[in-house]
């Protein structure tokens, strides 16, 4: 008994010390993984399904952002083009001034407005403010009709781009003064297309962070627009302070 | 009962022997400890030894049985990795940018995930000759053919939202480097007339394009010496250039994401059928399909006839020869199958120049009544000049050096011209590329062969395919899965118009 009781014991040591054994050599199939390396574990074997539920997700931002910048023909039909645009200026979260008015309106944080601009059925745009909205190329169709657009401000718009800049001749006659600061989309092949607004006389561009030698552009743009007062803050134009404190260097040109 | 439960334990076993090795070893380790103390004892491991090895023999055998049942690409040859497989839907011949994008709208029209599939031929996968990489890689909507207007307009909606259509899951958003920058077209006093008409189609169609007398032209670009110039048009929207290589492999990307399959060969031959058809006029006419395609593996003997039940002829300018495979053009004259496909290689120089005194960031496209281009290349001072040479003067396509001659009698002096600034230059290097040039009326060939059931035709744009491709690659797709176009409406551009000798010409003004 006594010695069926230690052949017991040796064998449950040695069990034991191959158990750590195992462990050592095998010690993912032994101990039980950490929840969310098992998941993404398990994840990597669904793949098609995880690419198909992120397709999703990315279709759904995209019909989103579609329905933000969709053309309101229906306010249009029944308001006029003045009070459509105001509308999809104020439920983008933008501002906008009438022509000849002081008054701004503005939508608050959380998106709300006041209705009084739609006492001003028949006053045009003057200057619009869409900064930090998610106004985009197809949204533009709702600022079309304004030819007497003097201002328009787009800082740090996401999705404004070089189609975007490109679709701006719209406004080629009137529009003097243009804000594309902190657009991450901007490059240089959509700054050439900012050509055609021969009356532009205030330009933005700081801190474009699509364009690559930002001096140069300055430059070029300078040339292409020589009637322009062009603001090019936030980039960094010395190679050697590159490294360093990295100090801004502020721009202000005119010619 | 005991049947039955004879039956049971029988399956069990049965189940446990068609197991694979993952499940078993599986097996073990939920009963990790228990196994251990069996670990001990010295005859079970031998016996378990045996079993596995069996197990592995079984499985191996299983899985050998199943390669060879017909319908799998097994064979008992060992082959080369890289051979295409023995059948497939659809071979796209030509692996250019509008060959990838006819595989990418192909896969994106499938109704179901594999409902097609489509392999690509590219005998080239270096693109060292292809016409897509190295054109000029500009998009204009100033054509005056409306077909020609809806393909580029669809075709910038494209590119504007490529990363929609292009975008892989994980990998980086494809930047097109898209250049928005009009082209400028200069007219001389004869051809107004033609631009003015061009220019109210292009506006009917929906372009962005306004027209400039001479003195507004001056305005404008101060640098444009404006004498002989008695109209110009210039596109406000939709036009540049882009990187042509970067859309080449925008798609490809996407398609091979998508489960096209490329290979790397060449299409030798054709395996087809021929029935002999009475047309109503009487006439005999030899209608053939074609059933399988020969791709000859690259530098060696090997190749593989891949059955299919659809071909696409992409091959650019090589696509008249391919069709020759077919015997068209070989045939008695005046027959249908007499007429060849009227594409071939045309060879076209494109120069780089360096000017440090040249116009600045919003040169245009610029394309003079002489048929001198050029245009901006970078922001150093850097510019792309080149001009097609007259039919009598075509150079030889058999390789593709550049004639620099060809830059001092013909293109300087035209460009020295019509920008002063130009006079003072250097050229700095040049490449020669193909057209697949349509000598009948430069446009391009889309639909089905009337002889050839079977082969479908993308070919001959002359310049403009690639900058027509996104367009041309979705008309296609609906044509082979859908019957017909649905979005743009290529029907003037099918064959009958070659076989009716009825010439669908651009009204050009170079």
């Not at chain 1, 006053?123 to 106004?135: C, N």
């Not at chain 2, 995930?113 to 897509?132: C, F, M, W």
């Not at chain 2, 480097?177 to 189609?201: K, R």
Request: one cysteine or more.
């Amino acid at each position: 008994m006594a010695a069926s009781l230690a052949s017991l014991h040796r064998c449950c040591q040695r069990s034991a010390l191959l158990l750590v054994a195992r462990r050592q050599a095998f010690s993912s199939s032994s101990s039980p993984l950490p929840l969310h390396k098992r998941l993404l574990l398990s994840l990597t074997q669904r793949f098609y399904d995880v690419e198909m539920v992120l397709g999703w997700r990315f279709q759904r931002t995209r019909n989103k952002l579609r329905k933000k910048n969709a053309y309101y023909s229906y306010t249009e039909k029944y308001y006029g083009p003045n009070i459509a645009s105001a509308y999809y200026i104020l439920s983008l979260r933008g501002g906008f001034r009438y022509f000849g008015q002081s008054e701004w309106f503005h939508a608050d944080q959380r998106g709300k407005f006041s209705w009084d601009f739609l006492n001003y059925k028949d006053l045009p745009l003057e200057e619009v403010d869409m900064s930090y909205t998610v106004i985009n190329y197809t949204g533009l169709v709702n600022l079309e009709k304004h030819r007497s657009l003097r201002t328009l401000k787009l800082k740090g718009c996401p999705e404004v781009d070089d189609w975007f800049l490109a679709r701006l001749h719209i406004f080629q006659d009137s529009l003097e003064e243009l804000d594309i600061s902190h657009c991450p989309r901007i490059t240089t092949g959509g700054l050439a297309a900012l050509r055609n607004l021969k009356g532009l006389k205030r330009l933005n561009v700081s801190s474009l962070s699509g364009i690559s030698n930002p001096g140069l552009v300055v430059i070029l743009l300078e040339e292409m627009l020589p009637h322009c007062l062009i603001t090019a803050t936030g980039y960094n134009y010395n190679m050697w302070q590159a490294e360093g404190e990295g100090k801004e260097e502020q721009r202000q040109r005119q010619r | 009962m005991t049947a039955w439960r004879w039956l049971h334990v029988k399956v069990r076993a049965a189940g446990g022997l068609l197991t694979s090795r993952g499940l078993r070893h599986g097996h073990t380790r939920l009963n990790g400890p228990l196994m251990l103390c069996q670990n001990l004892s010295t005859a079970r491991p031998l016996r378990n030894d045996f079993f596995k090895d069996l197990e592995a023999q079984l499985a191996a055998m299983r899985r050998k049985a199943a390669e060879a049942l017909p319908g799998s690409s097994w064979s008992p040859v060992k082959h080369h990795s890289n051979l295409p497989p023995e059948r497939t839907d659809i071979v796209i011949v030509g692996g250019g940018v509008v060959g990838w994008s006819i595989a990418y709208w192909l896969k994106q029209k499938e109704l179901i995930r594999g409902g097609v599939q489509v392999l690509v031929v590219e005998k080239d996968p270096t693109y060292s000759q292809a016409s897509t990489v190295l054109s000029a890689g500009g998009i204009r909507q100033q054509f005056s053919l409306p077909e020609n207007i809806h393909l580029s307009l669809a075709s910038a909606d494209f590119m504007r939202n490529i990363n929609e259509h292009l975008g892989v899951l994980d990998e980086d958003p494809v930047d097109l480097q898209f250049n928005q920058s009009g082209y400028l077209f200069l007219a001389s006093e004869e051809v107004a007339h033609i631009m003015e008409e061009n220019y109210s189609t292009q506006r009917y169609a929906g372009a962005k394009v306004s027209l400039f007398s001479p003195t507004q032209l001056k305005e404008r670009f101060p640098w444009i010496n404006t004498e002989g110039v008695a109209l110009a048009s210039y596109g406000l929207e939709n036009e540049g250039w882009f990187d042509p290589w970067t859309l080449l492999n925008a798609f490809k990307r996407k398609a091979l994401s998508m489960g096209v399959i490329q290979c790397c060969g060449e299409v030798t031959n054709f395996r087809y059928t021929t029935n002999v058809v009475t047309a109503t006029d009487g006439e005999q006419l030899d209608m053939s399909r074609i059933k399988s395609v020969r791709v000859q593996m690259p530098n060696s003997l090997e190749y593989q006839p891949v059955e299919c039940a659809i071909v696409v002829n992409a091959a650019g300018a090589f696509s008249g020869k391919l069709a020759e495979m077919l015997g068209i053009g070989l045939g008695p004259k005046n027959s249908m199958k007499g007429i060849p496909v009227p594409v071939e290689p045309r060879k076209r120089y494109v120069f780089v120049v360096h000017c440090p005194d040249g116009p600045g960031l919003d040169t245009p496209f610029l394309i003079d009544y002489s048929g001198v281009y050029c245009r901006r290349e970078g922001l150093g001072g850097n510019y792309i000049a080149g001009a097609s040479p007259e039919e009598a003067e075509e150079p030889d396509t058999s390789n593709l050096e550049v004639d620099y001659q060809f830059f001092e009698d013909k293109v300087w002096p035209a460009l020295a011209h019509r920008v002063p600034a130009f006079e003072k230059l250097k050229v700095t290097s040049a490449w020669a590329g193909f057209y697949d040039y349509n000598t009948f009326d430069q446009n391009g060939i889309i639909g089905v062969h009337p002889l050839i059931n079977n082969m479908y035709f993308a070919t001959g744009f002359s310049g403009h395919g690639l900058q027509h491709s996104p367009a041309v690659g979705r008309a296609l797709a609906e044509l082979i899965l859908e019957g017909n176009f649905k979005t743009v409406d290529l029907s003037n551009f099918s064959f009958r118009r070659i076989l009716a000798q009825e010439p669908v010409l651009e009204r050009n003004i170079v």
